[in-house]
């Protein structure tokens, strides 16, 4: 299998070996040691389905456990890479259905002198607790139901009912810095603070009791001051719908409650009354904020309603608005002003991640991961789909939208006269942008890259140096029909692109760590959790060169380490 699966394409040259393509796929350097390439398009098959491991329980440490090394770690590079995923994807006999379901599981990598060791904990969510307790699922997960004790009464079952759905806590997602403080969040109101050395879990914040907000996204934005930005959907008196963008200052020289001076900054209206879009990320330049309404939509009827149903989930109350498109809202931010005079326009696609959103002669860029459109990509994230057999989950991400990364502009400064024309003046991109007679603005973008089924998601970048700035590159996950295999650098200007993979290696999302001093934008480190099921030691750390995207070391354990979906790292 590995020969033509690791052969450059006729297109590219093998950046570590200077292998050239060959005919037939043998007798090449690349084919047997090869781990680094330059395109991004990923012929890699996984007959085995190895990935199912990534997808299974495991036990949480009592301690942290050492790696073995192979190659340089630099020397500079001390501190934790920290992640987040689920971890436990059952209860007993009860499986949770849903990839975003399984309990939240915190790991560690701890890099010091040279040394690495492995820890991870499950969060105490109440979601956890309350199942080990109880030996069921409790609470209702993302796409999977919790169903009433059967043990208890009728009556007591029907007053369960009553009550209202129960929100969960399990905070799978990512995990950032507050402050001091570090929180594992969600995309509910409840955040958990951890201890980010020890795994312990700390205490539970409720956003509501602070901000007029439903839920915030997992990624928030931070300003050098340590000011933390994100976006969340509100339901208000009345059923008044709107994105608010909140703010939550650093810490105070008062050592005041942060979150007691929170406080929503803009308030976006939402454009279908009782049903908000699905937000997942924005994005913020020294200026703006823009935030895309995409046509995935949360029936609020349904969600309301839903809830007293048996076997209803949050799965169950999003509905794709076939007909809208996709919508562009900017608003700015220091003054908090909505930009409201313009309606940006362009047809519907699905978006999670932004990936940078900079401000150029009066323009704003807005790179991101877009899947075309309005069918929800988490329909296709059941654990009955992705652990399927090899031929079975290609068949059915050929169903599912398509990814592509994507460049759109928006002109800030509009005149009517301009009707027709394109408004984008920017030499380096061919993203237009059209003033319609209607005052909406028709934007089309310019595709960064793209391959049938080939993903470049989970998009990191140096953001210390490059959020909300001109920049030059992205590091993303490489999903090939939705399984992670490989890692990727692309040069949003060039469209170049480079990629690490090796066989039977089911990489994470790679995080960029700059070198202390660095000149260059890519002068550092990408940090990325690997399984490789069948080996001695299945988990290891990734340290690649994030210039070249090289190997610089791995550190290897004896443990799988289930799928993680983001995480960041502490110096
Ligand atoms: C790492 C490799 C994974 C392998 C496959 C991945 C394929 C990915 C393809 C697309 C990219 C998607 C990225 C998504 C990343 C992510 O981390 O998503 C997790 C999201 C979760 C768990 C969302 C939870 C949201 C909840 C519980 C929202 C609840 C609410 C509503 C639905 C409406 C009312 C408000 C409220 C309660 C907030
Ligand atoms: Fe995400």
């Not at 969060?123 to 999977?144: C, H, L, P, Q």
């Amino acid at each position: 299998m590995r020969g033509p699966s690791f052969h450059p394409s006729p297109q590219e040259i093998c950046v570590r070996f200077k292998c050239k393509p060959e005919s037939p796929f043998t007798g090449c350097l690349c084919v047997s040691v090869c781990r680094t390439y330059s395109s991004m398009v990923s012929r890699v098959e996984h007959p085995a389905a190895g990935y199912k491991k990534i997808f299974e329980t495991v036990e949480e440490l009592n301690e942290a456990i050492p790696a073995e090394i192979t190659g340089d770690i630099p020397s500079w590079l001390g501190g934790s890479l920290l992640r987040m995923g689920p971890g436990l994807f059952e209860v007993g006999d009860e499986p949770f259905h849903h990839l975003f379901d399984g309990q939240a599981l915190m790991h560690k990598f701890d890099l010091k002198d040279g040394q690495v060791t492995y820890f991870r904990r499950f969060i105490r969510s109440d979601a956890y607790v309350r199942a080990m307790t109880e030996k069921r699922i409790v609470i209702t997960e993302f796409g999977t139901a919790a169903y009433p004790d059967p043990c208890k009464n009728i009556f007591s079952r029907f007053f369960t009912y009553c009550r209202g759905i129960e929100v969960t806590d399990n905070c799978l997602v990512n995990i950032y810095p507050i402050g001091e403080d570090f929180y594992a969040v969600t995309e509910t109101n409840y955040i958990t603070k951890v201890d980010p050395d020890s795994l312990e879990t700390l205490k539970k914040v409720d956003l509501c009791k602070y901000l007029s907000v439903n839920g915030v996204t997992a990624h928030p934005h931070r300003d050098t001051d340590g000011t933390v930005y994100n976006i969340g959907n509100c339901f208000g008196k009345n059923m008044s719908l709107a994105y608010n963008i909140i703010k939550i200052p650093p810490p105070q020289k008062d050592k005041s409650d942060q979150f007691e001076k929170s406080q929503v900054v803009v308030q976006l209206p939402s454009s279908e009354r009782l049903k908000p879009s699905y937000v997942h990320s924005f994005g913020m330049t020294d200026n703006h904020f823009v935030f895309v309404e995409q046509p995935v939509k949360i029936n609020l009827f349904k969600f309301l309603s839903a809830w007293g149903l048996r076997g209803a989930t949050y799965m169950d109350c999003f509905e794709s608005n076939e007909t809208m498109g996709t919508l562009f809202h900017v608003a700015t931010k220091d003054s908090g002003g909505y930009l409201s005079s313009h309606k940006f326009r362009t047809s519907a696609f699905n978006i999670f991640h932004h990936i940078n959103t900079y401000e150029d002669e009066g323009f704003i860029v807005v790179d991101v991961c877009a899947w075309k459109g309005y069918d929800f990509v988490y329909n296709y994230l059941y654990m009955a789909n992705i652990k399927q057999e090899w031929e079975e989950v290609k068949k059915a991400a050929m169903r599912a939208p398509q990814p592509e990364v994507r460049r759109y502009v928006l002109p800030l400064d509009i005149h009517r006269e301009e009707q027709g024309k394109n408004l984008v003046s920017l030499s380096y991109t061919t993203a237009t942008a059209v003033l319609n007679s209607d005052g909406t603005i028709w934007l089309e973008p310019e595709v960064l890259f793209s391959a049938p089924r080939q993903a470049f998601e989970f998009p990191q970048i140096n953001y210390s140096r490059c959020c909300g700035k001109k920049y030059s590159f992205a590091y993303g996950l490489g999903l090939n029909h939705f399984i992670p295999d490989r890692i990727v650098k692309l040069n949003v200007q060039t469209k170049e692109t480079w990629v690490w993979q090796e066989e039977e290696c089911y990489p994470s999302e790679p995080v960029f760590v700059p070198t202390p001093g660095a000149t260059e934008e890519d002068d550092g480190v990408l940090l990325s959790v690997v399984v490789k099921p069948g080996a001695e030691r299945p988990g290891f750390l990734l340290v690649l060169d994030a210039m070249k995207l090289t190997e610089l070391a791995r550190a290897e354990v004896s443990t799988i380490i289930p799928v993680t979906l983001h995480g960041m790292y502490k110096p």
